[in-house]
Nanobody, 122 residues
């Protein structure tokens, strides 16, 4: 059974970098044709997709956030990470890692972690 678990600090100060880790169990991050997304939901707003990391190391970011977003992976630990720089209170949200079907720009969000709340505040 595949499970995803997000972890990281729950409070980040404005202008700092938000860093979260997703630990995957029951599957390999490099399984052929697998992909892994970060998605967030802000209070009172809808879901926002941040981007995706594919099994072969390619990354595709949401254009509005591309300049501040970076993904990486640690295959040995079956983890992938999100870094979001220069955060503001508008980045306060529940952040989810999601197993994703991704092909040629089309994505299907399949399996979600439980999410982790990150608050941006001084």
């Amino acid at each position: 059974q595949v499970q995803l678990q997000e972890s990281g600090p729950g409070l980040v100060k404005p202008d700092q970098t938000l860093s979260l880790t997703c630990t995957i169990s029951g599957a390999s991050i490099t399984t052929s044709f697998s992909a892994w997304s970060w998605v967030r939901q802000s209070p009172g707003k809808g879901m926002e997709w941040l981007g995706v990391l594919t099994y072969d190391g390619n990354t595709y970011y949401s254009p509005p956030l591309k300049s501040r977003t970076s993904f990486s992976k640690d295959t040995s630990k079956s983890q992938f990470t999100l870094q979001l720089s220069s955060v503001t209170p508008e980045d306060t949200a529940v952040y989810y890692c999601v197993r994703t079907q991704y092909y040629s720009g089309t994505r299907s969000l399949e399996l979600w972690g439980q999410g982790t709340l990150v608050t941006v505040s001084s």
